[in-house]
């Protein structure tokens, strides 16, 4: 097998790993609450991490049989087969539980990984195509798949830290993109654009249109990010990062890049 097929497929069992555990601890939680409003959160941010990995294992064909699995188990069917009303939440994760086991097993029961087969022959999805700044794409694009792998390890300090650093980076390149004279209407500061607070940058591109109000679901923990940095760097005990600020941070990250690329 090709090595860098292998790194891959080893590199997506890992991933799948991490969410099959994160699955069982959701359904567990489901069953045992299922009116409870941050289990119904925590289940969709799992349902969309889901999402983004099955949509990369199938090459971002619908028609893989790996995405019409995915998309099945959010239906419920008939006693005549026909596809009905939405399954219940805990039914979900189960099926998508099973997805997921189905992805390993394709992936670890032949010498080539079928199930991305289509992936390895057309270009992985490009999430930053939406970024003017061309040399900072791949330093974004790492910097995502850093800070997925951070969640799954659970390290939320580091995955809050490298989403924030994202989002800035993002903004930062669409205000710069717009311009001074055409943000002067927006309220915006006197000085340049890399002068301005984190928050200075989130509150104009607010302003300018260039997002929407994605941001206000934004944790204290997160506006404040640089200071985690720099408590570290000066060996100050540092803030209690939480699994709820770094997943929310991740899914404020995920709004406002389908605010500065609609056509996501």
Known sequence: MDESLRAQIETYLSHLD??????????????????????????????????????????????????????????????????????APEEIVRRLLKVLEQAVASLTGTDDGAVISASSQAPAPHRFDFVHNRDLRPIVEQAYTDSRRALEQEDYDLALRTSCGILEAIITDALEHQGLGALAASDSPSGKIADWSFETRLAVAERAGLIRGGCARLPAIARTYRDINDANGEGQSEPSVSERDARRTGQVLHVVMRDLDPGR
């Open 18 to 87: 991490g969410l099959i555990h994160r699955g069982r601890q959701v359904r567990d939680t489901l069953v045992n609450h299922p009116s409870s409003k941050s289990a119904i959160a925590a289940t969709r941010a799992w349902q969309e991490d889901c999402g983004i990995t099955i949509n990369q294992l199938s090459g971002g064909s619908k028609a893989h049989w790996l995405a019409r699995s995915f998309s099945e188990a959010f239906l419920m069917r008939s006693a005549a087969g026909h596809a009905a009303e939405g399954a």
